[in-house]
């Protein structure tokens, strides 16, 4: 087990990161000066990034699902943190076992209750409602279906069993401060899914919560203007040819059209 949770994690962040290297590696958007520049602060662009602001001004049925599906995975990331910190403190003798315990079980538990009503509602949009349905695809179905089956078995967990016990055996497993893995057959089904979830992400387009910055918030809120570098730039992609006209037709220079 040890060597299969590291080979998953190992392939999880060499692809991600070869993603999110290819997003970084995209042309320079096409500069337009228009005025006025849009508020580029940082509250503007937080409240974006948590709270989903555009979605709540434009798609109001789906932001309280689609912010209880991301709180969940907020939730589970911080108490990850907070139990690999506190098992690493007790390691070195900086606080008792569990020191932690309370906070790991509190933010995972929350996690796992609004991850699994997300994760369900807005599977059940995209199957059943009719403006969601033609813009749903077999990808979309299964992202939602992995993240309902790792939050609900996580849920089930709490509730039928000692999960935060299964975390910390776990972590502890992984960073050698145990020899063997027991976990009651609720921990076993909840770490499997787990792993699938892990080994799909890359795979899949939720690597929006990175990619996102290059392809949607840099190029919104950019105000860097316009220099002698960025124009050599401009300029080399302005002369490529286009690749979507027909093999009949002489195919122009971008800065022909």
């Not at 960073?175 to 899949?204: K, N």
Request: charged share 15%; hydrophobic share 45%.
């Amino acid at each position: 087990m040890w060597y299969a949770s590291i080979l998953v994690f190992v392939f999880c962040l060499s692809l991600f990161g070869l993603r999110v290297y290819k997003a970084y590696r995209l042309p320079i958007h096409l500069r337009w000066e228009i005025f006025p520049i849009p508020n580029s602060s940082l509250p503007t662009m937080g409240k974006e990034i948590l709270f989903f602001s555009t979605l709540f001004r434009q798609r109001r049925y789906l932001w309280p699902f689609s912010l209880s599906l991301h709180l969940g995975i907020y939730l589970l990331v911080v108490s990850l943190l907070i139990l690999s910190s506190g098992l690493l403190a007790t390691r070195f003798g900086l606080c008792q076992k569990d020191c932690l315990s309370g906070a790991v079980s509190f933010s995972s538990s929350a996690g796992h209750i609004f991850g699994f009503c997300g994760s369900s509602v807005l599977l059940c949009l995209r199957l059943f409602h009719p403006d969601l349905r033609p813009f749903s695809s077999n990808s979309k179905y299964l992202s939602l279906s992995l993240l309902a089956c790792l939050f609900g078995t996580g849920l089930y967990g709490y509730l039928s069993t000692d999960l935060y016990g299964a975390y910390r055996s776990y972590m502890e497993y992984l960073f050698g401060m145990r020899e063997g893995l027991e976990l009651a057959i609720q921990g076993y089904i909840h770490l499997i899914a787990t792993l699938v979830f892990i080994v799909w992400l890359p795979l899949s387009d939720m690597v929006h919560f990175v990619a996102k910055y290059f392809t949607y918030h840099r190029i919104r809120w950019d105000r860097k203007s316009i220099d002698t570098s960025m124009e050599r730039r401009l300029r080399r992609l302005r002369s490529q040819r286009i690749s979507w006209a027909s093999l009949e037709e002489a195919r122009p220079r971008w800065s022909d059209l």
